[in-house]
């Protein structure tokens, strides 16, 4: 059993950071991909980024690209997602969620097993 927790939501204002972290337990780290990614209200959720087992490869939704970084630690087993230069419209519930991995990098919800419960990330304008 999987077991996935976010951690490091909050209020932030535009143009500031934060960083999530993922922290995994119940199975072998190093062969999932990881992902987050997030739901606004009234919307359906939506991919962020994925990065592939080793680290070695990582993919971002083109709303978050150059602003957003997703990263991870084997040894730990953590995830992470540092978010630079916040905008309002980042605003969301921010899940975590792995795969078993293979060569391709999935951004569909669907393609993930295993999900956290989330953290809220708000950003004030």
């Known amino acids: 059993q999987v077991h996935l927790v976010e951690r490091g939501g909050g209020f932030v204002q535009a143009g500031g950071s934060l960083r999530l972290s993922c922290e995994m337990s119940?199975?072998?780290?190093?062969?999932?991909?990881m992902a987050w990614f997030r739901q606004a209200a009234g919307k359906e959720r939506e991919f962020v980024a994925v990065?592939?087992?080793?680290?070695?490869?990582?993919l971002y939704a083109d709303s978050v690209k150059g602003r957003f970084n997703i990263s991870r630690d084997n040894t730990k087993p953590m995830a992470y997602l540092q978010m630079n230069s916040l905008k309002p419209e980042d605003t969301a519930v921010y899940y975590c969620?792995?795969?078993?991995?293979?060569?391709?990098?999935?951004?569909?919800?669907?393609?993930?097993?295993?999900w956290g419960r989330g953290t809220q990330v708000t950003v004030t304008s």
């Open positions: 119940g199975r072998a780290f190093n062969n999932k991909d």
């Open positions: 990065i592939w087992w080793s680290g070695s490869r990582t």
């Open positions: 969620a792995a795969r078993l991995s293979d060569y391709e990098l999935k951004t569909g919800p669907s393609e993930y097993d295993y």
